[in-house]
């Protein structure tokens, strides 16, 4: 026991009192001053429940079976109060939405400096360091509420590092960054690290990650640790099907394998006009700028559309547009024909259905079973169909095994699943899904995608991504928005070979892309790692 090590995990063991399986098993581990570690693993194998043990939130606010203990500078974590201990420990949450609290930018960010009793000239220049340390001095004076995913994100970060804690727990930072703020984000981290902050980041795009040299890795499966070491080793440790490696790995590794086969179901070249936006603008405010302008779009029968673009691009406000939750300010948007001005929510329900970014916008029945059989209950279907329903959808996207359990007591990636499973179970015609990876491991995200698009029914998919390898795996059409406006259309190869237009939006190319574009030739399309490795 060491005062000067920040952190020493001993035979850590949690068991949440809503599930009868341990959520971790005889966890032991240290975090060196200076260290940046990745934690890695499946979605549900315990990283956020380690998060939530080391900032205290267990064992006070999630209730279960703890044994072992946590030492923070020498201190067991338990002997400290949450304010001790936040002062040492800070976090940034999974979700941004569970953890801004302020109504503006710059209220948010003071909060909890706030809450310290610190006079207010300290609290200013701390602020306004911190909002210019991270490049989003230009939001200070923003609503929270009408921030992107991102922005959220970022401003969430700021009021934690305005704290200066000594240990920083990053739970999946990345997963609502545009791919430049990704990058960005972890220059950050590393940044800190060598300035003396110790970091714990968990985070499932690990090939990302690794770009940044963490000095440790640690990979959880089922809550137990099958890997701690340095990360060249860690390659040779897990299963290129479960964590996202860089692609010429996949390549080595899976041409010794069977090549997958994928088809999708969807009709292809159909040319029915599902949903026509015309000519659309939206401002939030009415004095306010435009969040998506001059919009002209058509999806059609057939269509996989993979709709990428920068933070506050104006991607989800698109979106919520098809689905009626927003009405244009000028233009219109027709769904099956009708103007959506014409048209209940409820009504667009029936044609296109839609997973919304953060799962607990959606989330609130006592029980997983119950959360998927209430869309179709509540559109007429008859209890067989319910039942088929929700069978096929808990198969579909891997959530056997939990159908009792509540939804919100399951990990952020699990829950984003429900909710997927909840759209599907209703069987609309249209597919739209915000995110849909955030959240989710490699392998069950590449899972849940096919059998979604083979599954029969869909006229045709559109989901909003940050993961530009999911676009290159699954897209037959690429739409790019930046500045609230489309710039690209068209087929992957078109729109993703154009590197100066990838870079004006905020796109980095991956691995795969550039693997892609060397067989383009060859293939005349694009396809995943594994199936590039059989060519």
């Given at each position: 026991m060491s005062a000067d090590r920040p952190l020493q995990i001993e035979g850590l063991t949690f068991r949440y009192h809503t599930r009868p399986e341990p959520a971790l098993q005889e966890v032991s581990l240290t975090l060196e001053p200076g260290e940046l570690l990745l934690v890695a693993g499946a979605s549900g194998c315990g990283k956020t429940t380690l998060i939530r043990c080391i900032n205290g939130l267990i064992p006070r606010t999630y209730r279960g079976e703890l044994q072992g203990r946590i030492l923070v500078y020498g201190q067991d974590a338990r002997s400290l109060s949450m304010a001790e201990l936040s002062q040492q420990v800070g976090t940034l949450l999974q979700d941004p939405e569970r953890q801004i609290v302020g109504s503006f930018v710059l209220n948010e960010v003071?909060?909890?400096?706030?809450?310290?009793?610190?006079?207010?000239?300290?609290?200013?220049?701390?602020?306004?360091?911190?909002?210019?340390?991270?490049?989003?001095?230009?939001?200070?004076?923003?609503?929270?509420?009408?921030?992107?995913g991102g922005e959220k994100q970022k401003v969430a970060l700021a009021?934690?590092?305005?704290?200066?804690?000594?240990?920083?727990?990053?739970?999946?930072?990345?997963?609502?960054?545009?791919?430049?703020?990704?990058?960005?984000?972890?220059?950050?981290?590393?940044?800190?690290?060598?300035?003396?902050?110790?970091?714990?980041?968990?985070?499932?795009?690990?090939?990302?990650?690794?770009?940044?040299?963490?000095?440790?890795?640690?990979?959880?499966?089922?809550?137990?640790?099958?890997?701690?070491?340095p990360p060249d080793r860690m390659t040779d440790a897990v299963d290129y099907r479960q964590v996202k490696l860089p692609a010429p790995l996949i390549l080595q590794r899976a041409a010794a394998e069977p090549p997958p086969r994928f088809e999708p179901a969807i009709p292809p070249n159909g040319r029915e006009p599902l949903v026509v936006f015309e000519d659309v603008s939206f401002a939030y405010d009415e004095a306010g700028p435009p969040v998506i302008q001059d919009v002209n779009l058509t999806i059609r029968q057939g269509d996989v559309i993979a709709l990428l673009g920068p933070n506050g691009a104006g991607k989800t406000t698109l979106v919520k547009h098809a689905i009626g939750l927003l009405k244009p300010r000028k233009g219109r948007v027709l769904v099956g024909g009708q103007d959506t001005r014409e048209?209940?929510?409820?009504?667009?329900?029936?044609?296109?259905?839609?997973?919304?970014?953060?799962?607990?916008?959606?989330?609130?029945?006592?029980?997983?079973?119950?959360?998927?059989?209430?869309?179709?209950?509540?559109?007429g279907f008859s209890r067989e169909e319910i039942e088929r329903s929700v069978a096929q959808a808990v198969e579909m996207v891997n959530l056997r095994g939990l159908e009792e359990y509540p939804p919100l007591a399951l990990s952020f990636g699990q829950q984003k699943r429900v909710s997927i499973a909840a759209v599907l179970a209703m069987r609309s015609r249209i597919l739209v899904m915000d995110e849909p990876t955030a959240g989710q491991d490699y392998g069950n995200y590449m899972a849940f995608m096919e059998s979604i698009l083979q599954m029969p029914g869909f006229a045709a998919v559109l989901f909003i991504t940050h993961d530009l390898d999911l676009a290159i795996c699954y897209a037959n059409r690429v739409v790019l928005m930046a500045g609230g406006r489309i710039v690209a259309d068209g087929p992957p190869p078109e729109v993703l070979s154009d590197m100066e237009l990838l870079r004006r939006c905020r796109i980095v190319p991956t691995s795969l892309l550039r693997l892609n574009l060397e067989y383009l030739p060859r293939t005349g399309r694009f396809l995943r790692a594994e199936v590039l490795a059989h060519m």
């Open positions: 003071a909060f909890g400096l706030e809450n310290l009793g610190l006079p207010r000239a300290e609290i200013r220049a701390r602020v306004e360091e911190v909002l210019a340390y991270l490049g989003i001095a230009h939001l200070r004076d923003r609503e929270t509420f009408y921030l992107s009021g934690v590092l305005a704290m200066r804690p000594r240990i920083l727990l990053l739970d999946e930072p990345l997963a609502c960054l545009d791919p430049v703020s990704a990058q960005e984000a972890l220059a950050l981290f590393r940044r800190l690290a060598d300035e003396g902050v110790s970091i714990i980041l968990v985070e499932h795009r690990v090939e990302d990650a690794l770009s940044i040299r963490p000095d440790r890795v640690l990979f959880l499966q089922d809550g137990r640790i099958t890997y701690f070491g048209m209940s929510v409820a009504q667009v329900a029936r044609t296109l259905g839609y997973v919304f970014q953060h799962p607990g916008h959606m989330l609130f029945a006592p029980t997983v079973r119950e959360e998927l059989a209430f869309g179709p209950r509540n559109i």
